[in-house]
C-alpha cells in the first residue's frame, strides 16, 4: 500500500512553500530520515526528511512549484512498518500516561499528519525511539517539532515531562538562496501607494523583493503601523567593563566565546526587564490585554548578506558571561552563514540591535512586533568628560530604546534605559544583580 506525504504545517502561519530542490527520483530506495526536499517560505528554507524506509514511488512536485500545505508531494510503495514503540516491560510503566485525556491541538500550528496517531509510522530517530521506550512515552502522543512533524528528543522529554502540554516550535535550517523564478508581483500593504512611471525619466529595473527581503519589508510594515513608536537616549560610561572586557577577551576565546559588549547588554537588559517588566510585554489589541512574559528570550540582532536577521537567546536569566558569550558566537556565525535554525528565529520577548562593529554615533531602532521594546547600541569611542572637576578620557557607548507608547511612558523608558547604562557601568554590580 502506497503512503502519501503531504507538505506539512511549518507553523507561524505559513501555509505555502517553493520547492528548491528534489533530492530523491522515481525508484529511490530511502531511508527514514533521509533528506528528500528542500522547500523555502518568507521566513526559512526547511529541508524535509523522509518520514518512512521504503521505494519512492511517485514525485508530484518539481523544482519551483509553490505548494500549499496538505498537498501530497510524493508517494512510497514498500514502506518499513514503525519500528515497535515499547517493549512489553515498558507497558505498564506507560499505563499512567494512556489514562490522561487526548492533547489539545495548539492553537497556533497543526500537528502535522505524518506525526499523527493511526496515519502511518511516527517520524522519529532510532535514538529518539529508545529515549521513548526508556521513559515509557507512546511517541504517537508526542506532538513533533521537528522537520516534517519529526519528532524530537526534547519532545518526549517535555512530553513525559508535562504530559500532553505544549509544544515547542520546529527547529528547521534557515539557508542562503538565490531567489528562483518565476516571480509574481504582490502588493506589499493592503492599500499600495501608486508610483510614477519612472521610465519618462530615465532606465529603470525591477529587482522582485521576496523571500527573507520580503519578509523584514512586511514586518517592518506591520510594525510600523501597528506600534506606536517612542525613542528615548541614553550613555553609558563603559571604561571599567571595557578594561575588564579587553583583560578576559582571550581568556573567552579560547573557551569558544567572545567577550562582547553584547554579551553583556544581555544581562544588564534582562534585569531592567525584571525591573520594568512592561518593556517584556505585548499587547494584544483583539482583548485589550497587555501580555506579561515571565522568561527573557532576548533577539540579537544580525547583519547577513541577505538582509537583517533577528536570532533569539533564550533564557538568557538561567546563563552566565560564559555561556552567553559562546552561545552568541555561535548563533551569530550559524546567522551570517545561513544556517540557523528556526527555532532561533521565533519566541523573542526583547530585542537588542547593535549597530556599534559596523559604526554610527546613534541610531532610532524599530521596534520588532509584537516585542515592546528594542534597546540600540551604536559605536563606543573614548571621548573627553568632565569628572570631580577634571577632563578624563572615558568610553562612551551611546544607547537609545524605541518602545510601544501605549504600554510604556516616557519617564519608564528613561529610567530602564539608566538602569541598563548603570549595570554597564558597574560591571560587578551587573554580576550580583543577575
Request: aromatic residues 4%; charged residues 25%; hydrophobic residues 40%.
Amino acid at each position: 500500500m502506497a503512503i502519501e506525504f503531504k507538505l506539512p504545517d511549518l507553523g507561524e502561519g505559513i501555509h505555502e512553500a517553493e520547492i528548491l530542490e528534489v533530492k530523491v527520483k522515481v525508484g529511490d530506495q530511502v531511508k527514514e530520515d533521509q533528506p528528500i526536499f528542500e522547500v523555502e517560505t518568507d521566513k526559512a528554507v526547511v529541508e524535509i526528511p523522509c518520514p518512512v524506509a521504503g521505494r519512492v514511488e511517485q514525485i508530484l512536485v518539481k523544482k519551483g512549484d509553490t505548494v500549499k500545505v496538505g498537498t501530497v508531494m510524493i508517494t512510497f510503495a514498500g514502506a518499513a512498518p514503525a519500528a515497535p514503540e515499547k517493549p512489553a516491560a515498558a507497558e505498564a510503566a506507560r499505563a499512567p500516561e494512556e489514562k490522561r485525556p487526548a492533547p489539545a491541538a495548539p492553537e497556533r500550528q497543526a500537528v502535522p499528519v505524518q506525526a499523527r496517531a493511526g496515519e502511518g509510522p511516527v517520524p522519529a530517530t532510532p535514538a529518539t525511539r529508545r529515549l521513548a521506550r526508556e521513559l515509557g512515552v507512546d511517541l504517537r502522543q508526542v506532538p513533533g517539532s521537528g522537520p516534517a512533524g519529526r519528532v524530537l528528543a526534547d519532545d518526549v522529554r517535555a512530553f513525559a515531562g508535562r504530559g500532553a502540554g505544549g509544544r515547542e516550535e520546529a527547529p528547521r535550517r534557515f539557508a542562503e538562496r538565490e531567489p528562483a523564478e518565476p516571480f509574481t508581483p504582490q502588493p506589499i500593504t493592503a492599500e499600495p501607494a501608486e508610483l510614477p512611471r519612472f521610465e519618462r525619466w530615465g532606465q529603470v529595473e525591477r529587482v522582485p523583493l521576496r523571500s527573507l527581503r520580503r519578509k523584514i519589508a512586511l514586518s517592518m510594515t506591520q510594525s510600523w503601523t501597528h506600534i506606536p513608536r517612542v525613542s528615548s537616549f541614553d550613555e553609558a560610561d563603559i571604561t571599567l567593563l571595557e578594561s575588564l572586557r579587553q583583560k578576559h577577551e582571550t581568556q573567552f576565546l579560547k573557551n569558544g566565546g567572545k567577550l562582547t559588549l553584547t554579551v553583556f547588554a544581555l544581562k544588564a537588559v534582562v534585569a531592567a526587564l525584571q525591573q520594568f517588566p512592561q518593556f517584556n510585554s505585548s499587547l494584544d489589541e483583539s482583548t485589550g490585554e497587555i501580555v506579561l512574559k515571565h522568561y527573557y528570550n532576548i533577539g540579537v540582532a544580525v547583519a547577513t548578506n541577505r538582509g537583517l536577521i533577528v536570532p533569539v537567546v533564550k533564557d538568557v536569566n538561567k546563563k552566565g558571561i560564559g555561556a552567553l558569550a559562546a552561545e552568541l558566537q555561535e548563533m551569530a556565525q550559524k546567522t551570517r552563514d545561513g544556517k540557523v535554525e528556526l527555532e532561533r528565529l521565533q519566541g523573542g520577548t526583547f530585542t537588542i540591535t547593535n549597530i556599534g562593529p559596523i559604526g554610527g554615533t546613534g541610531m532610532v531602532p524599530m521596534v520588532n512586533f509584537p516585542e515592546a521594546a528594542i534597546l540600540g547600541m551604536a559605536r563606543s569611542a573614548q571621548k573627553p568628560v568632565v569628572r570631580n572637576g577634571a577632563i578624563e578620557v572615558r568610553w562612551i557607548l551611546p544607547l537609545a530604546i524605541s518602545f510601544d507608547h501605549r504600554i510604556c511612558d516616557g519617564a519608564e523608558a528613561a529610567r530602564f534605559l539608566r538602569h541598563v547604562a548603570e549595570l554597564l557601568e558597574d560591571p560587578l554590580q551587573l554580576l550580583v544583580e543577575v
